[in-house]
């Protein structure tokens, strides 16, 4: 009698014909999945632990730092070798050697070698999809161990891979909030200044400056900091000033940025050609700025060379030695700046103000009783304008002196000390020389006068 289970085209049975099936699926399914499985690790990986994505901000409203957040919930204790092997299967094999050592020195507990080796990671162009998750999920569960400056130089640079502006500043002022402001005060200005930073990029203005403001009280009081911390602060206050349109602040501060920075190396080719350009602008339209001589010898002008903008390098020399000539020359081209052609007659004054001045300094310190008609030849104004632009130069504390209205003339006693370039330097020498001549003929002179007395 034949077994009903039997197969009618084999001797194996049917149940075991089944059972061999059922394996071959579960195989396949087993296979499946674990590419199913390995494709969501990635996405798990490649999706923050902070949930950033689910923070919305409108292109029309920006947070105020009252509405932001500054606590970020604290994630769960490290297991080390889980997140060790979970970056291993989710990241490019370039990357796993950063975490195979990670993972040794945080083990032997060596802080100061696994911080180098974080600044490695975060500073590899491939680390950039990682980078939060990275400093969230495993530098977050031992960032009291380290050096407290050194992490906030890691969490900004881990910020400006998060693009919601709201999801920034909850990143970045939950930092704040774990840095101890009285024992780590260089850390804690360094970290206010990138906070003021990215509200001024997303058009907090109001905010930028509060935090400037309170990052500046305790960084005037410290001493020896380091200089990426002046950097930073100053940065944000050049930047500032120029969202605010105020160009003597801006001026300096942006000067104080560069004094803080290796131009060469830390600015790109178009950072350097912007802050040239700006810096220029600045110094034209800054009602306070007579003096170009150290924007002149800064090496950031040479990004300007054989641009759209060498014209701005000349006309800085231009307004530096007071050349009126040179200055109408260059006028036609200031439709390229539109700012510069609305402002016109200030220009028009700044430039006889810089001929003043220059005119002065030529001269000897017992040669500076001028009359208004040899100033008006100086600036090319009628000389019906000339008392006024004397007074200008007075209340601007360019020059001191007084005026002789009865004989038109005015006596300078004093210029305004300036930064003078080399041309400005040689001529001093010569004049120097001049004085150390005449000293020797006074000396020959009384020396026969002396040995009679003697």
Known sequence: MTDP?????????????????????????????????????????????????????????????TSVPVELPKPPKLDLDKFIATALSATPVELHPFFESFG????????????????????????????????????????????????????????????????????????????????SQEAYVLLLANIAYAKLVYGDLEGTKTDMD????????????????????????????????????????????????DVATDLTSEERLLRAHDLGISAFLGDTIYNFGELLMHPILDALDNTQYDWIKKLLFTFNEGNIGKFEALAPLFPQEPIL?????????????MALIESVFKRNANDRTMSFQTIA?????????????????????LIRGSL????????????????????QIGELATRLGAWIDKLGSVEQRMAPHVSAAA
């Open 341 to 353: 052609e609305e402002n016109y007659p200030f220009l028009r004054q700044k430039i006889c103000l």
């Open 5 to 65: 289970q039997s197969s009618s085209t084999g001797s194996r049975p049917r149940w075991q014909s089944i059972h061999y099936l059922a394996v071959l699926f579960l195989k396949a399914l087993v296979k499946q999945g674990q590419i199913i499985a390995t494709t969501l690790l990635r996405l798990v990986w490649h999706r923050t632990t902070l949930n950033l994505g689910h923070v919305s901000c409108s292109e029309d409203t920006m947070p105020s730092s």
């Open 377 to 397: 030849e100086e600036t090319r104004l009628p000389v019906d304008e000339v008392e006024h632009l004397i007074m200008k130069a007075l209340s601007l504390k």
């Open 214 to 261: 309170t990052a500046w009280k305790t960084l005037d009081r410290l001493e020896g900091v380091d200089t990426a911390v002046n950097a930073s602060y100053y940065k944000v206050a050049a930047d500032y000033y120029k969202a605010k349109a105020e160009y003597a602040p801006y001026y300096k501060h942006s000067l104080l940025y560069l004094a803080c920075v």
């Open 104 to 183: 040794k020195l945080h083990t032997r507990k060596l802080w100061h070698q696994l911080t180098l080796k974080l600044y490695e990671f975060f500073d590899h162009p491939l680390s950039r999809p990682f980078r939060v998750n990275v400093f969230e999920q495993f530098v977050r569960d031992f960032e009291s161990k380290l050096n407290q400056l050194k992490l906030v130089e890691m969490g900004t640079k881990v910020s400006k891979e998060i693009d919601n502006p709201q999801s920034q500043l909850l990143f970045l002022n939950s930092i704040l909030s774990r840095i101890d402001a009285e024992k």
């Open 404 to 423: 002789d209205q009865v004989d038109q003339k005015a006596r300078i006693t004093w210029v305004q000390p300036r930064v003078l370039s080399r041309a």
